[in-house]
């Protein structure tokens, strides 16, 4: 089992930053893929990023690509999204999942775990 616990959500005026971080406990973190998704109200949970075991690749959707970095810290078993240039479309809560694999995941079925997800909010 792997728990997953994300932070750093909050409210934020569009064109800023905000940086999310997720925190891992149970199994070892070094051997998953983690990814962060998002889901709008009134909308299905969608992809946003994600990387590999040894942080060695990244993949992310076209809507945040240069805007968002996914990084993780396998020492401190977290993983972070940085998001900077935030727009209102952007608002949504953001979930950390592990992948059952090395593998960085793009879909929902991919991941074996999640997390509670955080709020995060761009006011325009």
């Known amino acids: 089992q792997v728990q997953l616990v994300e932070s750093g959500g909050g409210l934020v005026q569009a064109g800023g930053p905000l940086r999310l971080s997720c925190a891992a406990s149970?199994?070892?973190?070094?051997?998953?893929?983690m990814g962060w998704f998002r889901q709008a109200p009134g909308k299905e949970r969608e992809f946003v990023a994600s990387?590999?075991?040894?942080?060695?690749?990244?993949v992310y959707t076209d809507a945040v690509r240069g805007r968002f970095t996914i990084s993780r810290d396998n020492a401190k078993n977290t993983v972070h999204l940085q998001m900077n240039s935030l727009k209102s479309e952007d608002t949504a809560v953001y979930y950390c999942?592990?992948?059952?694999?090395?593998?960085?995941?793009?879909?929902?079925?991919?991941?074996?775990?999640w997390g509670q997800g955080t709020q995060v909010t761009v006011s325009s």
């Open positions: 990387i590999n075991w040894n942080g060695a690749t990244t």
């Open positions: 999942a592990a992948a059952a694999t090395r593998f960085p995941p793009r879909r929902q079925y991919e991941c074996a775990y």
């Open positions: 149970g199994r070892t973190f070094i051997g998953y893929g």
